[in-house]
């Protein structure tokens, strides 16, 4: 658990400053800053391996998450950045990630 323990920090420290990027943002105002979406793309990213090097026991312990789905998207911002949905970039972050962050604080612990 304990390399686990140093990826879902991290997971939470990603998710924490795309929380920060766009806290109190529009949909139209994310859709018309490069400097935001570069920053959430980017911390996605690294977001998104991490969950890579998670071990399958820890992924097992939360099944509603698609992790496979995760990896995925990482592959997608990656190796198809000029194909990227900013749409979709902005309903994850909006839907998807206080879900990714739930999983993690409940894999972490009360304790870390």
Not at 3 to 23: M, P, S, V
Not at 42 to 49: D, K, P, S, V
Request: proline share 3%; hydrophobic share 45%.
């Amino acid at each position: 658990m304990k390399d686990d323990k140093l990826y879902l920090i991290h997971i939470g420290e990603c998710i924490d400053r795309i929380e920060a990027y766009t806290q109190g943002m529009a949909k139209e105002a994310f859709l018309a800053s490069s400097l935001v979406q570069d920053a959430v793309i980017r911390n996605l990213q690294t977001m998104a391996e991490s969950t890579q090097r998670l071990s399958a026991r820890a992924k097992e312990g939360q099944p509603g998450i698609d992790w496979y789905k995760i990896a995925g998207f990482r592959n997608i911002l990656v190796h198809d950045y000029l194909g990227v949905d900013l749409a979709k970039v902005w309903n994850i972050v909006q839907n998807d990630l206080p879900v990714l962050k739930s999983a993690v604080s409940e894999m972490l612990g009360p304790n870390w």
